[in-house]
């Protein structure tokens, strides 16, 4: 096998509660990862030596700032094995925004380097690699489409979820900073039980099951978007003219910005857009399910 294209999925964060600040500086965090239909592809193609990235987005980090790039060097250190890649990547999941974009197409790397060189490395070995990488990279590494995060959220725990559910996402023109958002984020004197906060998850996770989703969003929040909106207040005015609509809680995915409206079914998605259309002046919209 010479070459191989891979597709690279997003991911929303349904659930994101922070329960401590940690010694080394990450936060202690339980988080719900679901994963969604906006892709990335990567065609990877052998090459003798190196690698080799082509994108024609402006926004895509160049050289060793590029997660890829390090994921590649990561791999060749612990696993070494002749020739390199060209990696052709078609970027759809927007820049900075709280989706996972650029930890998914490290983890898809790796995955995909794992097959194109027969490197036959465990998918446990592939998760603990991609944990060196970024918070994010496991979960997309374990090939799993529903799981809770914990640790740093690279803890992953797969969990059962039978429902496709349908997502308006809301991106900004401008990616947000997620070491800045983090940084903001004030622990509170009553921290969070992690038994508490875990139960409450998996209530959310049950109430979507069960097509309750204004029970679910009600159990499933997200802490940083104080700090997001701290950075970035007009998101907060995007967030509560959303929500204002009456369509469901407006969520915002991982240290943001993009914010997110859920439903049922693309019926009742398609329905919500011809509301949110007129009501104008909104970022623009792209609809997307679970993957
Ligand atoms: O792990 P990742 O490189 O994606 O994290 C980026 C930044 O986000 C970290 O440098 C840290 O400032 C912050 N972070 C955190 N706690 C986490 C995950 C990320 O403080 N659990």
Known sequence: MRSLTVPSSAKLNLALRILSK??????????????????????????????HLVCTHPRVPKGKKNLMVRAFDLLKKKYPFEGGVTVRLTKRIPIGGGLGGGSSNAAHLLV???????LRISRK??????????????FFVSGASHAIGRGRGEDIQPLR??????????????????????????????????????????????????????QATRYLTNDLTGSAEQVRP??????????????????????????YLTFLSRRAALKAVRVIRKARSFPSVILVHSK
């Open 125 to 138: 070995r592939l998760m603990d690699l991609g944990a060196e990488l970024g918070s994010d990279v496991p």
């Open 22 to 51: 940690r010694r080394d500086g990450y936060h202690e965090l339980i988080t719900l990862f679901h994963r969604i239909s906006l892709q990335d592809t990567l065609r990877l193609q052998k090459r003798k030596e190196g690698i």
């Open 161 to 214: 979820f039978r429902r496709r559910l349908w997502f308006l996402l809301f991106r900004s023109p401008r990616g947000l900073s997620t070491r800045k958002v983090y940084s903001l984020f004030r622990v509170p004197r009553r921290l969070p039980s992690l038994t508490g906060v875990l139960r409450e998850i998996k209530m959310g996770s049950a109430s979507f099951e069960n097509r309750n989703p204004e």
């Open 112 to 118: 995909g380097l794992n097959r194109l060189f027969k």
């Open 234 to 259: 007009s998101l907060k005015k995007t967030r509560e003219r959303l929500s204002g609509l009456h369509l469901g809680i407006c969520q915002m995915s991982g240290s943001g910005p993009t914010l």
